[in-house]
């Protein structure tokens, strides 16, 4: 099985995921999709693929054109073009939703690649709308902005279809921190929007990376091409891409993508279990430990009942983690609960491979987690999605479930 993983160590944004994808090709692919974006139609726009270079590293920059002219950020830590909503009154012009929908199914491209286009642009929406609190109608983006966008997204989706990949792996997301401006002023990173969209997707963020790094639409990409979100699978490699930013930082700022082959056998993963024992300590004590151990990466956090010495009754406090995090969640154990000792384990589990894939119903999106392996195949919609969309439409779950088993 074909597959491609995302390294999101510099966040992720639209052109990053372009340049990278690109590289992903040979020269004569290059030059063919970069063609077939030029002759879409979208007036004004014109895009390259230029060699760039960040802290020694080769890659690509995709570079979009609008009017003659690159849009350009606010300030220095905020592209403009990825923050395509704007203030009303600005004297730019603004194009709707759905404007934007007429513009998109104008392109001359198979209806699969249009209609994830549309999918991307919904996201932003939808985000957008969260964000401002106001309905999805009434988003309006600035023209320019919005034409940038356009591009960004649709050379993304054009790729995807072209590489062909069966599942599309993404690294955790390093969002930035700080704060970034933008036209309604000064917003704390992850901007509003990107912060909507990156739900349900692992993302952090260092220190040492001051500014926004991940965009709104870089972040509504990963939600839609997104199968599954972790660290790179088991595969073999064939070809590595490098997709470059704009700015320069400490560390190599770019996207980097691996196309190549899973290992179809069934490999058991390694986890290790860490227990102790606590008799000393409320529900409500213990309640707050088992929130910052999640929060410090624990796979799984549970209790149960136990008996000590002179048949105190007690909790067992029992945590999974992935063996690289065992020491965060040693200091999490040490510091949130009572314990004096901590026992662990390395220990080898079965486990299904699982995707996620999104699902249009009605004005919402509904997230799909498929789980596959040792001859099972399991199908299961996530809760929050459901339970959101019921919530604005006056639905039960039920309801909503019976929509979407219809697409």
């Known amino acids: ?112 690649v249009t209609d994830k286009i549309l999918n991307v642009y919904r996201e932003i929406a939808e985000a957008e709308s969260h964000a401002h609190q106001m309905p999805v109608s009434e988003v309006h983006f600035h023209e320019v902005g919005m034409k ?57 963020a260092k220190e040492r990376f001051r500014g926004e790094l991940c965009t709104p639409t870089g972040a509504a990409l990963l939600k839609t091409f997104g199968t599954s979100f972790g660290v790179r699978p088991v595969m073999t490699v064939e070809r590595t891409g490098y997709g470059m930013g704009e700015k320069d930082f400490e560390a190599s700022n770019c996207v980097r993508a691996f196309v190549g082959e899973t290992v179809e056998k069934d490999i058991p993963e390694e986890i290790e279990r860490l ?26 956090v549970f209790t149960s009942s136990i008996q000590m010495k002179k048949n105190r009754p007690a909790v067992l406090l029992t945590v999974l983690c992935a063996p690289q995090d065992q020491e965060a969640m040693l200091r999490c154990l040490f510091r949130y609960t009572t314990t004096l000792g901590v026992r662990y384990q390395r220990m080898n589990r079965a486990v299904l491979k699982r995707e996620m894939e999104t699902v249009a119903v009605g004005d919402g999106t509904v997230r799909v987690k498929k789980s596959t392996g040792y001859g ?14 019921a919530k604005k439409t006056g639905q039960t779950l039920w309801e909503v479930k019976k929509e979407m088993d219809r697409k």
């Open 1 to 112: 099985m074909k597959i491609l993983y995302l390294e999101c160590n510099m966040g992720a944004a639209g052109d990053m995921l372009a340049g990278a994808l690109l590289d992903l090709l040979d020269e004569t692919k290059q030059n063919e999709v970069i063609d077939k974006l030029n002759h879409l139609g979208l007036e004004g726009v014109h895009v390259t693929l230029e060699n760039s270079t960040k802290c020694g590293i080769a890659g690509k920059h995709f570079r979009v054109i609008v009017n003659k002219e690159e849009e350009k950020s606010l300030d220095e830590s905020c592209d403009h073009s990825e923050h395509p909503l704007e203030a009303e009154h600005h004297h730019h012009h603004h194009a709707s939703m759905a404007s934007i929908q007429q513009t998109i199914e104008s392109f001359p491209l198979p209806q699969e």
């Open 148 to 204: 940038d966008a356009i591009m960004d997204i649709t050379a993304v989706c054009v790729l995807m279809d072209t590489i062909g990949a069966q599942q599309v792996v993404v690294s955790p997301v390093n969002t930035g921190y700080g704060e970034v401006r933008c036209m309604h002023g000064l917003v704390p990173v992850p901007a509003p929007a990107t912060e909507y969209l990156l739900r349900g997707i692992p993302s952090y």
């Open 275 to 300: 227990e102790t024992n606590l008799d000393d300590m409320t529900g409500e004590e213990i309640g707050f430990a088992v929130e910052r151990l999640f929060e410090a990466g624990a796979k799984d």
């Open 376 to 389: 099972t195949d399991r199908i299961k919609a996530e809760y929050d999605d459901l339970a959101a969309i």
